[in-house]
C-alpha cells in the first residue's frame, strides 16, 4: 500500500498537469479573458487532497469524519480523481489517435505539394479541439453523479426461483439477500438504517447477507454490529465475509482474519458460515444453507477468481451435509456459480458486482 501511493500521486498529478496545460491552450485561443479560471479550477479541485493526507498523517482515517464534511468537502475531489483516470481511459487515447491522424494527414499533404488544404485541416482542428473540451467536463458530471449516488439503495424485483425437489414447508419461502454494506467512511448509521429497516419491512422468512459488511477498516465495526442487530427473519439471518472484510482486518501468516468482524456480527445475532453450513427446518422437512468464505485474499490478485480454492471451499462448506438435501449457498465472488453446480447447489446468492441491486428478494417454488 504504501508504494501504491506514491505511484498513485505521481499519476494523479500528471493527468492534472495534463488537462490543466490543454484548459488553458484552450483558454487563450478561444477566451482569453478567462484563462483565469484553470488555475482557479485546478487549485480548488485538488485543494482537499491536503486535508486527505493531513488526516491519515495523524494517523486517523476518513472513516472518523463526519459524513457531512466528507461530501462537501471530499466527494467533490473524489469525483475528480474518478474523471482523471476515467480520461485516461478515454480522452488520452483519442488524443493520441487525434495526433496520429494529424500526422499522418500533414505528411500527405506534403508529399502530394496540397499545402492548400492546410487552412481545411485547422478548421478541422478547432472543431476537434473544441469538441475535445467537452469531455473532461462530461466525464467530471457522470462522476459526480456516481459519487453522490453511493448512497441510493436499490431493491430488485422479486426474483422467483424453482428449486428441484424442495420440500413443500419451504414451498413460497422468501429470501431477502443484502449485500456490499460497506459500512465506513461513506455508509454511516442512518445509511445502515434504512437499509435494514427495508429488508426487516420485506418480512422474508430468511435474510442472508453476502459479504463486505466493512469498506477498509474496523473503525466503525461497532455502528455495523449494531445495525445488523435490528435484522430480523423467521428462519434466522446469516452471513458471509467479502473481500473488503479482509481488506478491513487482513490476515496474516498467524491470523486468518475477520476475526474482529465475524465476532461483532455474531454479537449482532448473525449466524455466519466461513466455509460451513446449516440446516434450515421446517418440521420434518429441511434444506442446507451454505457459505463459502472469501478465497481471494491468499492470493496475489485479491479480485481475481480461483476455480480450485472455491472448489477446496465448496467441499468444506458441505462436508457432512446429507445428499438430497436442497442446498442453497451464499458466495460473495459471483464467478463461484461456474463450480457450484457440480456440488448440486440449487440457488447460489452472490454480491461483490454491485449491479444487481443491494437488496435482492428470492421466492422459492419447487419444480
Not at 457450484?340 to 454491485?354: E, I, K
Request: hydrophobic residues 45%.
Amino acid at each position: 500500500m504504501l508504494f501504491f501511493v506514491p505511484i498513485l500521486t505521481t499519476l494523479l498529478g500528471a493527468l492534472n498537469y495534463y488537462l490543466y496545460r490543454k484548459a488553458t491552450r484552450l483558454l487563450e485561443a478561444r477566451a482569453p479573458h478567462w484563462r483565469w479560471i484553470a488555475p482557479v479550477w485546478f487549485g480548488v479541485i485538488n485543494s482537499p487532497a491536503v486535508f486527505i493526507f493531513a488526516v491519515y498523517g495523524s494517523g486517523h482515517t476518513l472513516n472518523q469524519i463526519p459524513l457531512g464534511l466528507l461530501k462537501w468537502l471530499v466527494y467533490p475531489f473524489f469525483a475528480w480523481v474518478a474523471t482523471l483516470l476515467a480520461f485516461l481511459l478515454v480522452g488520452a487515447p483519442a488524443d493520441l489517435l487525434i495526433a496520429v491522424w494529424r500526422g499522418l494527414a500533414w505528411t500527405v499533404n506534403r508529399l502530394r505539394g496540397r499545402e492548400k488544404e492546410e487552412t481545411l485541416n485547422l478548421a478541422r482542428r478547432g472543431f476537434l479541439t473544441s469538441a475535445a473540451a467537452v469531455v473532461p467536463p462530461l466525464l467530471y458530471g457522470i462522476s459526480i453523479k456516481g459519487v453522490y449516488s453511493s448512497h441510493d439503495l436499490d431493491i430488485s424485483p422479486v426474483q422467483t426461483v424453482a428449486i428441484p425437489d424442495l420440500p413443500a414447508s419451504f414451498d413460497g419461502m422468501v429470501i431477502t439477500q443484502i449485500s456490499d454494506l460497506h459500512t465506513g467512511a461513506y455508509i454511516r448509521q442512518p445509511e445502515l438504517d434504512r437499509v435494514v429497516d427495508r429488508a426487516n419491512g420485506l418480512r422474508g422468512d430468511l435474510i442472508a447477507v453476502t459479504g463486505d459488511f466493512m469498506d477498509s477498516s474496523t473503525t466503525q465495526l461497532d455502528v455495523a454490529r449494531q445495525a445488523m442487530a435490528r435484522l430480523r427473519a423467521p428462519l434466522g439471518v446469516f452471513g458471509i465475509l467479502g473481500n473488503h472484510d479482509y481488506y478491513s482486518d487482513p490476515a496474516t501468516p498467524r491470523y486468518p482474519g475477520c476475526m474482529a468482524i465475524m465476532g461483532a456480527m455474531r454479537e449482532a445475532g448473525i449466524h455466519m458460515l466461513r466455509n460451513a453450513h446449516a440446516e434450515i427446518r421446517a418440521g420434518a422437512d429441511r434444506i442446507v444453507l451454505g457459505g463459502i468464505d472469501w478465497t481471494g485474499m491468499r492470493r496475489g490478485n485479491p479480485n481475481s477468481y480461483d476455480s480450485p480454492a472455491a472448489r477446496r471451499s465448496l467441499t468444506a462448506t458441505f462436508l457432512g451435509s446429507e445428499a438430497g438435501v436442497p442446498r442453497i449457498l451464499m458466495a460473495h465472488h459471483p464467478h463461484v456459480f461456474l463450480d457450484s453446480p457440480d456440488f448440486d447447489v440449487a440457488l447460489t446468492q452472490a454480491g461483490h458486482t454491485h449491479g444487481g441491486g443491494q437488496i435482492v428478494v428470492a421466492e422459492l417454488h419447487g419444480q
